[in-house]
């Protein structure tokens, strides 16, 4: 079982791969890993189901300062990232 650090570090590369490849944030492939991420950050939050609102925020942390947008790629990595995360809480918003 990985470490969380080695989740993380596997979920930035899943991500900065998708982008690399072109592939749009709303795509099976990076929606199955928002829902990785979105469970990633649920483990560290001590919660199960983590709030949607409060995920989709995350994203938006991660653009706005540059030490989280570093651990996706920079603005334009966090920008896709946080896109993703914003389309991941969309789908299932009740």
């Known amino acids: 079982m990985p470490t969380s650090q080695q989740e993380h570090v596997a979920i930035a590369e899943g991500y900065a791969a998708a982008r690399a490849a072109g ?3 709303d795509s099976p492939r990076v929606q199955a890993l928002a829902e ?3 469970r990633w950050v649920g483990a560290g939050w001590q919660s199960r189901e983590p709030d949607l609102e409060a995920f989709a925020n995350l994203g938006e942390m991660y653009v706005a300062d540059d030490r989280f947008a570093a651990s996706y790629g920079g603005a334009e990595g966090a920008a896709y990232v946080r896109d993703a995360m ?3 809480a969309a789908k299932r918003k009740p």
């Open 86 to 88: 914003l389309a991941f």
């Open 23 to 25: 592939e749009r944030v």
């Open 36 to 38: 990785r991420h979105y």
